[in-house]
């Protein structure tokens, strides 16, 4: 069974950063496109960023210039540096890969139990 398991959320003042990680273990053959998203409360969830195995990336237009998403694949660990935080930035964030297990050997959409992110104006 795959998991993946964030951690780095926290509270933070405004203008300040968190990093946050994604581990993914288990019985795992390869890892295509791993990413963030957010959800607010009494928001629908949102894409923060992604990268793809090649590395391509891609950021929602908000948090462009202010986040950054890199991994590891040795690891299977994806991470969000989160610098210049707003208060519209606060949120519980999700981790999300799309993961090809050992057996059977198809890709499936795995989601991380979520972190919150809180930062105070």
């Known amino acids: 069974q795959v998991q993946l398991v964030e951690s780095g959320g926290g509270l933070v003042q405004a203008g300040g950063s968190l990093r946050l990680s994604c581990a993914a273990s288990?019985?795992?053959?390869?890892?295509?496109?791993m990413g963030w998203y957010r959800q607010a409360p009494g928001k629908q969830r949102e894409l923060v960023a992604a990268?793809?195995?090649?590395?391509?990336?891609n950021y929602a237009d908000s948090v462009k210039g202010r986040f950054t998403i890199s991994r590891d694949n040795a690891k299977n660990t994806v991470y969000l540096q989160m610098n210049s935080l707003k208060p519209e930035d606060t949120a519980v964030y999700y981790c999300?890969?799309?993961?090809?297990?050992?057996?059977?050997?198809?890709?499936?959409?795995?989601w991380g139990q979520g972190t919150q992110v809180t930062v105070s104006s």
């Open positions: 999300n890969a799309f993961v090809v297990p050992m057996t059977p050997r198809r890709e499936y959409h795995f």
């Open positions: 288990g019985s795992i053959f390869s890892i295509n496109a």
């Open positions: 990268i793809t195995s090649g590395g391509r990336i």
